[in-house]
């Protein structure tokens, strides 16, 4: 069952999103020949990689595992890769679950008593886990030890196994959503942020070479521009301008052949797809910039509620161009330049209005605080 509240498990819209920051098992194949291999060659991430790298080489100073990891942020950035990083840099296996897969102490239990010395568990989505599993992994962090329970009912008995000493890689993308006494148990947790542009080139460089195809520096800053700051997001758009100057161009990869390509994807400059597009040109046109409600905006683009509110809503409202206000969504001036729309006296983002902290006008009349219809 999907949880919209999870953008692991957020509702795709139209089939396959260019712009989404989600992997599915394809998708991740595909990923998987353009991982850095080394701390050195991951680019971006600057201060992680700095405290990471000094975390690793104590470690391995001491000839000892290294304290438990957590690595959180958006989908797309990289802390699968880093977790991966990790195992080669210490010389040892990777052994990969996620949360959602450990649903019983038992599987947690199974998974842990057949680990080796100094072996690294990378657990995806550690926020999922369900609670029983959570409470086996404290003790396993902590003490190295799991607490086998034979037996049922009255005449059950814990016998505590001993575990070799081994490093948990966790990854979140709502590490809020963390118990504390889980957190607490980490020696060293790192923040993924979003990569500039200059930081998606150096990425789309490096990739090209890897998939052997040639791309000159106005393509790899056009797709950048486009890409969200996300890695994922820039290697997927490169395989699709790849794919279009195979087909329709000379093989090589110039400015022109990136703008036709996500052109033909429906990826504008600023990252946009056709839902973005959708419900911004909806927000904009037909509600005058707002406030209007979630379910009448999504009603309006055709889409259910959820999808517009985790998978389009976040990059609109990073980027400046849609505000979450207590009477409802609203456009900012960005939105209204972006689609070349002079806001009518009195919207939100119109000039004449000031900022975006001044009072909203009404929603008009019969309608509610939150800009839906009033009964």
């Not at 199974?110 to 959570?134: C, K, N, Q, T, Y």
């Not at 037909?286 to 979630?294: K, T």
């Not at 939100?348 to 209005?353: D, K, L, N, S």
Request: with cysteine; aromatic share 4%.
């Amino acid at each position: 069952m999907v949880d919209p509240s999870d953008p692991g498990q957020a509702p795709e819209y139209g089939g396959e999103r260019l712009v989404t920051a989600g992997a599915d098992e394809i998708e991740r194949a595909a990923e998987a020949a353009l991982r850095p291999k080394r701390l050195d060659e991951f680019v971006g991430q600057q201060v992680v990689r700095d405290q990471l790298s000094l975390v690793l080489q104590a470690a391995l100073a001491r000839d000892a595992a290294p304290d438990h990891v957590l690595l959180s942020g958006p989908p797309g950035l990289g802390k699968t890769t880093l977790a991966m990083i990790i195992s080669a840099e210490l010389g040892t296996s990777l052994r990969v679950t996620s949360g959602p897969a450990i649903q019983h102490a038992g599987d947690l239990a199974a998974v842990l008593s057949s680990l080796e010395e100094g072996e690294v568990l990378f657990i995806d989505e550690i926020h999922r886990l369900a609670r029983p599993a959570e409470e086996l992994l404290y003790v396993a962090m902590e003490d190295f030890r799991v607490d086998v329970v034979v037996g049922k009912g009255a005449g059950a008995s814990a016998i505590p196994l001993a575990l070799p000493p081994f490093t948990v890689v966790g990854a979140t993308t709502r590490s809020g959503l963390l118990p504390a006494p889980l957190r607490d148990r980490f020696g060293f947790t790192g923040h993924l942020d979003f990569y500039d542009a200059s930081e998606l080139e150096r990425v789309i460089l490096r990739s090209a070479g890897l998939l052997g195809v040639q791309i000159e520096h106005g393509a790899a800053h056009e797709i950048a521009g486009r890409s969200r700051g996300t890695p994922r997001i820039a290697n997927r758009l490169l395989r699709r301008v790849r794919d279009w100057a195979q087909v329709r161009g000379d093989g090589v990869l110039d400015l022109r052949a990136a703008r036709a390509a996500l052109e033909v994807y429906e990826v504008d400059p600023i990252g946009l797809d056709r839902l973005d597009r959708a419900v911004l040109g909806a927000l904009c046109r037909r509600f005058a910039g707002g406030p209007v409600g979630l379910s009448t905006l999504a009603m309006t683009v055709g889409e259910e509620p959820e999808t517009v509110e985790t998978v389009a809503e976040p990059y609109l409202v990073r980027e400046g161009l849609v505000a979450r206000t207590p009477r409802g969504r609203v456009a900012t001036s960005a939105a209204w330049q972006h689609l070349g729309i002079e806001p009518p006296p009195g919207a939100w983002g119109a000039p004449a209005t000031g900022s975006l902290f001044d009072p909203a006008p009404s929603a008009g009349p019969g309608m509610g605080p939150s800009g839906e219809p009033s009964t």
